[in-house]
């Protein structure tokens, strides 16, 4: 897979994180949870981090965003998927943390598919203008 595939890829498994933050920003269970708050909170930030890159057709700064988030957006899913019970074991709850654990899944096995692809020179953003090896 292509830098440039895996980009269109993680774009359409962001789609399915915002969707399980939009059903939580609207959650009146979690209002009162800062916690809690903080997984929506943090898919927010996520997404909204890498749009300006996607927009530029800029797929390193896009991936360098992305891979640099993914700490912070796997700890929320991991809280969320271990504390959702607390909340409601609702069979929303339930989907919405499996959803979010499939996509942290499914962002490190794209990031990892292209792991050992090298960027274009124009692409690399360790070095701009230096060609990878």
């Known amino acids: 897979m292509s830098p440039e595939e895996a980009v ?3 774009n359409v498994v962001l789609a399915h994180a915002w969707m399980v933050r ?3 920003k609207h959650a009146n269970e979690i209002q009162e949870n ?3 708050l903080d997984v ?3 898919i927010f930030d996520y997404v909204r981090a890498v749009e300006p890159a996607y927009q530029r057709k800029d797929v390193a700064d896009f991936l360098r965003r992305l891979k640099g988030k993914l700490p912070k957006l796997r700890r929320v899913a991991d809280y969320f998927a271990a ?3 607390n909340v409601s074991d ?3 709850y339930q989907m919405a943390a499996m959803s979010l654990s499939g996509c942290v899944k499914q962002i490190e096995e794209i990031l990892s598919a292209i792991g050992s692809v090298s960027l274009p020179a124009q692409m690399n953003s360790e070095n701009p ?3 990878t090896s």
């Open 90 to 92: 609702h069979t929303n």
């Open 22 to 24: 939009t059903f939580l």
């Open 8 to 10: 269109e890829r993680l």
């Open 83 to 85: 504390e959702y019970r």
């Open 34 to 36: 800062e916690e809690m």
């Open 40 to 42: 929506p909170r943090t």
């Open 129 to 131: 203008g230096t060609p």
